[in-house]
């Protein structure tokens, strides 16, 4: 304990001297904490512009633009023709654009079927998606009012009319995100993402940074010729400053903020400190596979952005292509995430998670596989300098 000590002191003053530290590691989680909180705060975006070019002018096609207009997600544009529409689509500044054919109540009124044209911006993903299901959705409501009109007209009773129009009625529940709130859905994986992919640059920055300046020899020393000391000693201060840190995104999102958590918040500590582990033990892995700083960050920044995309909370790994299908077991934030699912929004406790914990402590077994490179490169000083 006493060179684990000497390399803890030594470490404390390195990390005093060099701001970049605490500048990556509390300064960029407070960063994103606050840009993805305050950016996805209204949970849904609303008001969305949809230009719509009314070429009918009738009675039919105003109360269809009214009750777009009504919905949260729509605010209505309206334009004389469709060039400067198109236009207006094209700069960005519609996420999606209707146009409402002359004749379109004469039509409805003969039963020759009109047809809507409209045009969606699907460069801006969310926006443009939310906005095609706002209009289509309309769209089928007004066609439903259309037929309930008809049908009325030729005598028939309104529970006939709703079979007709609805023969199957949907009852949907949305567990765990009732609200449909974007921020619920993208923050409680976005943020420890971020958490992940700081521990794993710092770890390795931090080991690497002895090679570049050529101080591994006297970290060495200092901690009595042993690197299971040294490294101990070394990331002892990083482990409870990424603790803290975890632990204090947790609270900000299931207590402060209140996001939806059918389980316990102790067990989403338990998680958060797994993947903290784990991420650690991932970063000396990779430091000690590529014993050379700028090449091990490299490969850590690339590992890190692809837990993201591998994860599952965007697209499901099953509907991944089947050769992919087993590339997120080896990220930590893809079982942070099956955990998440299982606890915070099932509810299911230890049954439902111990396999992911499982696996985040397989993740501890990689920094020895490397344990012996790693202290061959620190003796020798192998590192190629500019």
Not at 112 to 124: A, C, D, E, K, M
Not at 148 to 168: H, T, Y
Not at 176 to 205: A, D, F, K, Q, R
Not at 243 to 258: A, K, M, N, R
Request: charged share 15%; proline share 4%; net charge neutral.
């Amino acid at each position: 304990m006493k060179e684990i000590y000497q390399v803890l002191r030594r470490e404390i003053r390195i990390f005093r001297q060099r701001p970049l530290y605490i500048l990556a590691s509390v300064g960029v989680m407070i960063f994103n904490a606050v840009f993805y909180l305050t950016f996805m705060q209204d949970g849904l975006p609303h008001d969305l512009p949809v230009g719509i070019v009314d070429c009918d002018r009738s009675s039919t096609s105003r109360s269809f633009c009214q009750q777009l207009d009504a919905t949260q997600l729509g605010k209505v544009l309206y334009y004389d023709d469709l060039h400067a529409a198109r236009l207006d689509l094209q700069r960005g500044k519609l996420t999606a654009c209707i146009v409402i054919p002359e004749e379109f109540n004469a039509d409805i009124q003969a039963s020759r079927q009109p047809h809507i044209g409209y045009y969606v911006n699907s460069l801006y993903f969310v926006g443009g998606a939310l906005s095609y299901s706002n209009i289509l959705t309309m769209v089928n409501l007004t066609n439903g009012a259309v037929q309930r009109q008809v049908l009325r007209a030729r005598g028939v009773n309104e529970r006939e009319i709703l079979a007709r129009i609805q023969p199957i009625v949907l009852d949907a529940h949305q567990i765990g995100n009732t609200t449909t709130s974007y921020g619920v859905y993208l923050n409680s994986v976005i943020l420890p993402g971020v958490l992940e992919m700081i521990v794993i640059l710092i770890t390795v920055y931090a080991i690497g940074s002895e090679l570049k300046y050529g101080t591994s020899r006297h970290l060495m020393q200092t901690a009595g010729g042993s690197i299971v000391k040294a490294l101990t000693g070394k990331m002892a201060i990083y482990t409870l400053i990424f603790t803290v840190l975890g632990i204090t995104l947790e609270l900000l999102l299931y207590h402060w903020l209140h996001y939806p958590i059918k389980g316990s918040i102790w067990w989403m500590f338990l998680d958060i400190l797994l993947l903290v582990a784990a991420a650690q033990a991932a970063g000396m892995f990779i430091i000690g596979l590529f014993p050379n700083l700028r090449l091990a960050v490299s490969v850590s920044a690339i590992y890190s952005v692809l837990g993201f995309s591998l994860a599952g909370f965007t697209l499901p790994a099953e509907a991944m292509m089947p050769v992919l299908q087993g590339f997120p077991a080896i990220f930590p934030l893809r079982h942070y995430y099956l955990f998440y699912v299982q606890e915070a929004i099932f509810g299911s406790g230890f049954a439902g998670w111990w396999q992911q914990v499982v696996c985040l402590l397989l993740f501890l077994g990689l920094p020895p596989i490397v344990m012996r490179r790693l202290e061959d490169a620190y003796i020798n000083e192998r590192y190629e300098r500019d």
